[in-house]
């Protein structure tokens, strides 16, 4: 135990002096990953390869150290122990060219199952029961069942299943897990058993329609070996107690083993989060649990026309730098953090298509799709493997040695486009980088807590940190431009100065990181239509020109969101387009004449079900 601690001593001081002197932390190796103490041997290292056939069949290639092998083999190589893939319905229903996203059929999974089991890996089957992808925010049925309901719809959950459990099982390849169902936040087989209040009923046979498939899992498994799985997305305790109270305790559906979650850090919360959701729903529930999704960038750089799903916005929320060594730490924290899980639940980890580099002929759909995520994978556009790949084995290695992560930096704060004479909130925390491309959020004291500027131009704040030598710092862009909006912000945590019009309970407060600029913003959701006028009066204003502006982010998803400006009966309007969680935008009405003194300004928003967003930094100034 003394040499122990006296090794970490001295790696955590060459690691500090090399830091001091500026040399690259990548000098002691490719990457740095600190092993994860008494992680279990069958600790589930695992990898959605559902992609990989599509991909090879249109001539993408894979290398290990600059040699060519086949992917699965490489990913085994570097420790990958099982694999995850889903299985669409029919894919090509839509005729020879399929759907896209790799047209992820049932022929498709049982080679990849094949594969995997002639290198010794396990194999997990995920029934999306859908032509296409479903998640949260849709699960439409197959083509094949569009007309189907009720006890029919129910039968065919149950003889799919049974069907696709007996091909495996004639080739020789049983699964060693099934999910049943993917990312069922809102239900499966929509309408029927979609999680609404406009459907009372949607628990009841969600519970229906998951015995089915449960129990044709386990009449097709002699050897009572197959474990199965109900997936969510994300780490939202309160969704985990609703779901599961509904499914488990109100309409007995208990004949599984695992809760699966989704976890992207740029997307769902923290490390914290998440192990704080598995040791309550695996204690509530009694039930393992599984990262059964997740995924880390290793660059900002776009590789195809597709805007990625992970940019400089994920990267700020999600908690590492987008660099290998960021995307190796990332990857080994998620395992580090299932494998704490309480009773030793915590069973493993999967990550989401690591294989799915560029390919202009498998895009996420067919006919011009792209890729958004080329820079989430474990291989670089080339199909290089990256040295982060070697996470998987390092986290095991017995002469791996523990290394101290060091602080090297800390993220600049910049403020822009602040009005004269506004309070500006700098924020409460700020990000501090470590020597292993981790960024950890810390409080921070600013000299001036909430500083006001009188003229126009570019300013420096201070700030400390406790327990750092280095100062925290935050640049300040101050327009020629003064903000009439009141309570445009929502820094104050209430709605003060709005009159919300039309259906009020879509409309309240969001404090959660993405979902708001700085500390709080409005926040819009319904899982029902919803029509809201959200305006606000302005007065005494003097004769001029003037510019409406706001920033937004979230699922448009075909809804109607306006921006508007009316005075003297007449209205301008102009559309907000949002393109997902923490994409923030501005939107501008400009050239607004204003003559008699009084202008009304705010939002229309007509949305569809599920859909949601956040409004901040509502400004309405004189231009100059």
């Known amino acids: 135990m003394k040499n122990n601690k006296l090794k970490k001593v001295i790696l955590s001081a060459i690691t500090a002096t090399m830091i001091s002197c500026s040399l690259p932390f990548t000098a002691l190796a490719a990457v740095q990953v600190n092993p994860i103490e008494n992680l279990s041997t069958d600790f589930i290292k695992g990898a959605d390869v559902s992609i990989m056939p599509e991909l090879e069949r249109n001539g993408t290639k894979f290398y290990d150290n600059g040699i060519e092998q086949d992917g699965l083999t490489i990913l085994k190589n570097h420790g990958v122990n099982w694999i995850r893939v889903r299985i669409w319905n029919n894919p090509y229903v839509v005729g020879p060219e399929g759907v896209g996203g790799g047209n992820t059929d049932e022929a498709k999974a049982i080679e990849m199952a094949k594969r995997a089991k002639a290198l010794g890996m396990k194999v997990l089957v995920d029934f999306h029961y859908s032509d296409f992808w479903v998640d949260p925010g849709q699960q439409k049925k197959p083509d094949a ?89 994300g780490v939202d305790v309160n969704l985990y107690h609703t779901f599961f109270d509904n ?111 560029i390919n202009e002929k498998v895009g996420w759909k067919s006919n011009g799709g792209g890729n958004g995520w080329d820079n989430l994978t474990l291989f670089d556009t080339k199909g290089n493997a990256l040295e982060s790949m070697d996470t998987f084995n390092l986290v095991s290695d017995p002469n791996n040695q523990y290394i101290e992560p060091q602080v090297t930096a800390i993220n600049t704060v ?34 001036v807590a909430k500083p006001i500027f009188a003229k126009p131009g ?133 050239n607004i004449e204003v003559k008699n003194g009084e202008v009304e300004i705010g939002f229309i928003l007509n949305g569809r079900p599920d859909t949601w967003g956040s409004i901040d930094d509502i400004e309405f100034y004189v231009q100059k």
């Open 145 to 233: 069942w569009k007309n189907d309901s009720g006890d029919k719809l129910v039968d065919d959950v149950y003889a799919y299943t049974a069907k696709v459990m007996q091909d495996f099982n004639a080739q020789g390849v049983t699964p060693d897990m099934v999910q049943v169902g993917n990312e069922l936040n809102n239900g499966m087989l929509w309408p029927e058993a979609q999680l609404t209040e406009d459907n009372p009923n949607g628990y009841k046979f969600l519970a229906k329609l998951l015995n089915a498939g449960l129990q044709a899992v386990h009449d097709n498994d002699k050897d009572n070996k197959v474990k199965t799985m109900i997936h969510l997305a």
């Open 414 to 447: 910049d403020v822009k486009d602040v009005s004269l004479y506004s309070n500006v909130d700098l924020p409460q925390t700020v990000g501090v980088v470590y020597s292993n491309d981790a960024v950890k959020n810390m409080s921070v004291k600013w000299d």
């Open 458 to 590: 570019n300013y420096t704040i201070s700030g400390t940190v406790e327990g750092l030598a280095q100062k925290a710092i935050a640049n300040i862009e101050v327009k020629n431009k003064m903000n009439l909006v009141l309570n445009g912000n929502f820094e104050n945590e209430t709605l003060n100065g709005w009159d919300i019009v039309g259906d009020s309970s879509a409309i309240n407060l969001a404090w959660n990181q993405g979902d708001v600029r700085d500390k709080c913003a409005m926040h819009y959701w319904n899982n029902k239509p919803f029509n809201v006028i959200i305006k606000q009066k302005l007065k005494g204003l003097s004769d001029g020109k003037y510019t409406l502006s706001c920033w937004t982010q979230g699922n448009g998803l075909a809804s109607k969101y306006q921006l508007f400006v009316k005075q003297n009966g007449v209205e301008m309007t102009t559309d907000i387009k949002d393109d997902g969680w923490n994409r923030w935008h501005q939107t501008s009405i400009k």
């Open 247 to 357: 499914l488990i305790v109100k309409n007995k559906v208990n004949d599984f083993d695992i809760i699966g979650m989704s976890f992207y850090p740029f997307w769902h919360g923290t490390m914290d989060d998440l192990k704080n959701t598995m040791n309550d729903v695996s204690a509530k529930y009694n039930k393992d649990v599984i990262a059964v999704e997740t995924a880390f960038g290793y660059t900002l750089e776009d590789a195809d026309f597709e805007k990625n799903n992970f940019g400089t916005n994920e990267e700020k929320v999600g908690g590492y730098k987008a660099t290998v060594q960021g995307q190796a730490t990332g990857l080994r924290d998620v395992m580090a953090t299932v494998a704490s899980v309480n009773d030793n639940r915590g069973l493993g980890i999967f990550y989401w298509a690591p294989d799915w580099v």
